[in-house]
């Protein structure tokens, strides 16, 4: 199996970097301690001790800084299930489901007090971060798409991103589940073509 390189990040300002790190630290304390509609820009700010100018540079709202601080904490959580950005396979595949259904379950999204209205801010985003993992995915290894059934790109990731969104999203609504693994099995048979099964164990 040929083995494919990450991206590399954009290079960011430290000054910047430590700022940012200090309003999304403000935000996720405050985010267990209350509800996301309970949490204005004024009480981050208070927390994060910086000024509300300081604030708008960096985002333009509450709901911008929602986004982006899950956005960031989904491709970090992508990227440590997947550590070598390896080829397409089903396997993989599995991988990143699992990465996807754990970090839902373990985020705010899955808590009945904060959930509605904070999925309503950053279900898209969340959505957009699947597709935009999977579209670079199959872009360093377009052989894969063998296991598509030769559906384009573009098609792969939306649909890709809308099942373990979707299918995450409900299974974190279950009292008793499935594991992540078993779940995630179930929507990769039905997303890719396979020569052979899906191996029962544990995702590897």
């Known amino acids: 199996m040929q083995v494919v390189e990450c991206p590399h990040e954009a290079k960011v300002d430290p000054r910047v970097k430590r700022t940012r790190k200090l309003i999304i630290d403000a935000f996720r304390a405050l985010m267990n301690e209350r509800p996301f509609a309970e949490i204005s820009v004024a009480d981050i700010t208070d927390r994060a001790t910086v000024n509300r100018a ?7 709202d509450k709901d911008h800084l929602a986004s982006s601080m899950i956005k960031g904490e989904l491709e970090v959580a992508l990227l440590e299930k997947l550590k070598d950005c ?7 595949l599995q991988m990143i ?11 705010h999204l899955s808590c009945p007090k904060t959930g509605c209205d904070l999925e309503k801010t950053i ?3 969340l959505r957009e971060a699947i597709y935009a993992f999977v579209s670079k995915w199959i872009e360093m290894d377009p052989a894969g798409l063998k296991y598509f059934g030769g559906s ?3 098609t ?12 995450a999203m409900n299974w974190t609504k279950y009292t008793k589940r499935p594991t992540s693994e078993a779940a995630v099995r179930e929507i990769t048979k039905m997303l890719v073509k396979l020569e052979r099964p899906l191996t029962t164990g544990t995702v590897i």
């Open 54 to 60: 300081t604030f708008y540079a960096h985002f333009e």
């Open 86 to 92: 390896r080829a397409v396979t089903p396997e993989n």
């Open 97 to 107: 489901g699992v990465a996807v259904f754990d970090f839902i379950a373990g985020a």
């Open 123 to 125: 279900g898209g985003t």
């Open 152 to 154: 384009g790109p573009d």
């Open 156 to 167: 792969v990731a939306t649909v890709v991103a809308w099942s373990f969104y979707g299918g």
